[in-house]
C-alpha cells in the first residue's frame, strides 16, 4: 500500500526566508502528488498538484514543487515566506485504480513564520 | 461555486448518543469522499461515493459508521452509540471525476465531533 511521509514535523522560520517541507511517498507504477494547506480553524486547500508532464509545479501563494521519480520525493518550496503562510501543510497521493482516487496523506507539518 | 459546505461544524455529544453529519459537495460533482483527522494526524480515508453508489469503505469505518449519498448529490455520515475514541475532525471532498483519470478534491470545512 501507498504511504506518504513528511520528514518534519515542524518547520519554523523567519520572514522572507526560504523554506523547504519534504515529501517521500513510496514507489507506485503511476501516481499523482498534492500538497494541501490547512489555516487554523479552516479546510483544506489545495496549493499544487503533480498529474503528469513537468516535473517542477508551480501552484498558489507562489509555491512549488517538484517531483523527482527516482528519489520518490515531492518537496515543496517557497523562495521568500509571510507569516500569512503559517498553517499545517500536507502532503497527499492519489491510490487506488479505477475510479477511486483516494488520497492518503503524510503527517502534516507545521510551518510558523516568524517575524 | 459556493464549494463543499458541511453541518454542523461543531458537534458535542455524550458517549453512547448517535450523531449525524452531513456534506453537500459542488453540485456538478460525482465524487464524494469522507475522510477523518484526529489532532495531529493527517487525513485517513474513510468512504468513497460515486454518484449514489458506495464503492469503498476502510476497515477504519466500523458497523457503528454508515454513510449513504441517496440522490447522488448530498451526503450523511452516522455514528451510532458513539466512543470517546470517534473525536475527531470529519472533513468531506467531493470531485468531478472522469473514467479512470485522476481529479482534484475539494474539500469542505469539517465538522469537529467531541465525545464526552
Known amino acids: 500500500a501507498q504511504s506518504v511521509t513528511q520528514l518534519d514535523s515542524q518547520v519554523p522560520v523567519f520572514e522572507e526566508a526560504p523554506v523547504e517541507l519534504r515529501c517521500n511517498y513510496s514507489s507506485s507504477v503511476s501516481v499523482y502528488l498534492f500538497w494541501y494547506v490547512q489555516y487554523p480553524n479552516q479546510g483544506l486547500q489545495l496549493l499544487l498538484k503533480y498529474l503528469s508532464g513537468s516535473t517542477l509545479v508551480k501552484g498558489i501563494n507562489g509555491f512549488e514543487a517538484e517531483f523527482n521519480k527516482s528519489q520518490t520525493s515531492f518537496h515543496l518550496r517557497k523562495p521568500s515566506v509571510h507569516i500569512s503562510d503559517t498553517a499545517e501543510y500536507f502532503c497527499a497521493v492519489s491510490e487506488g485504480a479505477g475510479n477511486n482516487r483516494k488520497l492518503i496523506w503524510g503527517l502534516g507539518t507545521s510551518l510558523a513564520v516568524n517575524p | 461555486d459556493t464549494g463543499v459546505s458541511q453541518d454542523p461544524r461543531h458537534k458535542i455529544t455524550k458517549r453512547g448518543q448517535n450523531v449525524t453529519f452531513r456534506c453537500d459537495p459542488i453540485?456538478?460533482?460525482?465524487?464524494l469522499y469522507w475522510y477523518r483527522q484526529t489532532l495531529g494526524q493527517g487525513p485517513e480515508f474513510l468512504t468513497y461515493?460515486?454518484?449514489?453508489?458506495?464503492?469503498?469503505k476502510s476497515r477504519l469505518l466500523s458497523d457503528r459508521f454508515s454513510a449513504e449519498r441517496p440522490k447522488g448529490s448530498f451526503s450523511t455520515l452516522e455514528i451510532q452509540r458513539t466512543e470517546q475514541g470517534d473525536s475527531a475532525m470529519y472533513l468531506c471532498?467531493?470531485?468531478?471525476?472522469?473514467?479512470?483519470?485522476?481529479?482534484?478534491?475539494?474539500f469542505g470545512p469539517g465538522t469537529r465531533l467531541l465525545v464526552l
Open positions: 461515493f460515486q454518484n449514489e453508489a458506495q464503492l469503498e
Open positions: 471532498a467531493s470531485s468531478l471525476g472522469l473514467q479512470g483519470g485522476m481529479e482534484t478534491q475539494y
Open positions: 453540485s456538478e460533482h460525482n465524487r
